[in-house]
């Protein structure tokens, strides 16, 4: 099975600081992986998909990049509401996976 | 709209078992892969199985293989999940989600508590 590990585990931060988290797979998984923001009480949503294609509605300060083995999710300037949890998953084989998740809070 | 409604969670002893369904509608059903992710109180997302459109193909987690069966009716726009054996570490909230490679559409949750 394809193991996700996300750094940092948690992350404090300040409204309009750039924060990038990592995502590293355990094989390679080509550009198959997708982003989720969880707020708390909420189900995931979906940010990113194939690596970089930002789900439609998803505003642009939302980016992702990597293939392979490494990936990043970059958060351009962060805003009030990008205070939440973020996990990767892939989708390049079963099972599915997903990283253990990365907490973004307020500095 | 698409929505998913998950229903049968509960509180059932370590050895139990307990049948999970998610009642799909706003979209033809039979067109989509389904799955089964769960999430322990305050831990992360964990995908448990997955079922094609037609129910062909199955694919489980570790985790639950051999303890746990997907399956879905069509007819009924309902997937199903059948869990035997039931650990502590079974506790989660379970989602229903459509799709197989990304998840954008998720059910509310339904809580599966296992203790004695």
């Known amino acids: 099975a394809i193991q996700l590990t996300q750094s940092p585990s948690s992350l404090a931060a300040s409204v309009g600081d750039r924060v990038t988290i990592t995502c590293r797979a355990s094989q390679g998984i080509s550009s198959a992986l997708a982003w989720y923001q969880q707020k708390p009480g909420k189900t995931p949503k979906v940010l990113i998909y194939?690596?970089?294609t930002l789900e439609s509605g998803v505003p642009s300060r939302f980016s992702g990049s990597g293939s392979g083995t490494d990936f990043t999710l970059t958060i351009s300037s962060l805003q009030p509401e990008d205070f939440a949890t973020y996990f990767c998953q892939q989708f390049n084989a079963y099972p599915r996976s997903f990283g253990q998740g990365t907490k973004l809070e307020i500095k | 709209q698409v929505l998913l409604v998950e229903s049968g969670g509960g509180l059932v002893q370590p050895g139990g078992s307990l049948r999970l369904s998610c009642a799909a509608s706003g979209f033809t059903f039979s067109d989509y892969y389904m799955t089964w992710i769960r999430q322990a109180p305050g831990k992360g997302l964990e995908w448990v199985s997955c079922i094609s459109n037609s129910g062909s193909y199955i694919h489980y987690a570790d985790s639950v293989r051999g303890r746990f069966t997907i399956s879905r009716d069509n007819a009924k726009n309902s997937l199903l999940l059948q869990m035997n054996s039931l650990r502590a570490d079974d506790t989660a909230v379970y989602y229903c989600a459509r799709g197989d490679w990304i998840f954008q559409q998720w059910g509310q949750g339904t809580l599966v508590s296992v203790s004695s």
């Open positions: 194939d690596a970089s």
